[in-house]
């Protein structure tokens, strides 16, 4: 059995920030796909609902949506928010990762 991601408190507290100015809430929908200059690339965004096959991870009333394809990539992850000089982001710690690039968004497994 796969064990999806953790998700820092710190990114729900983010996220709920995020709903609590729009009109609906909104879930983070972490995902892997092919490409990038790593092989794969996380895809980060906001989506209202969830399809029927997700994983929902629950925290702080926020809601972390993982499609089941992206699931094995995921396995043991973390998810979090960062607030840095470079910029405020959410992002993936995949120790599943053997290379990743500079910019933290593509790896290679």
Same mark, same amino acid.
């Given at each position: 059995? !796969? *064990?999806?991601?953790k998700v820092t408190d710190r990114a729900f507290a983010r996220l709920a920030e995020?709903? +609590?100015s729009a009109s609906a809430p909104r879930a983070l929908r972490v995902a892997?796909?092919? /490409? /990038?200059? #790593? /092989? $794969?690339q996380y895809e *980060?965004? !906001?989506e209202e @609902?969830?399809? +029927?096959?997700d994983i929902v991870i629950e925290g702080a009333g926020q809601r972390v949506l993982i499609d089941?394809? #992206? *699931?094995?990539f995921l396995e043991n992850a973390t998810v979090d $928010?960062?607030?840095e000089l470079i910029g405020a982001r959410f992002v993936v710690q @995949?120790? @599943? +990762?053997?290379?990743?690039?500079g910019c933290g968004i593509s790896f290679s497994m």
């Open positions: 059995m !796969l *064990l999806p991601p995020i709903n +609590a892997v796909e092919g /490409g /990038g200059c #790593s /092989g $794969f *980060l965004k !906001l @609902n969830a399809a +029927a096959d089941p394809v #992206s *699931l094995p $928010f960062t607030d @995949n120790p @599943n +990762a053997s290379a990743s690039c």
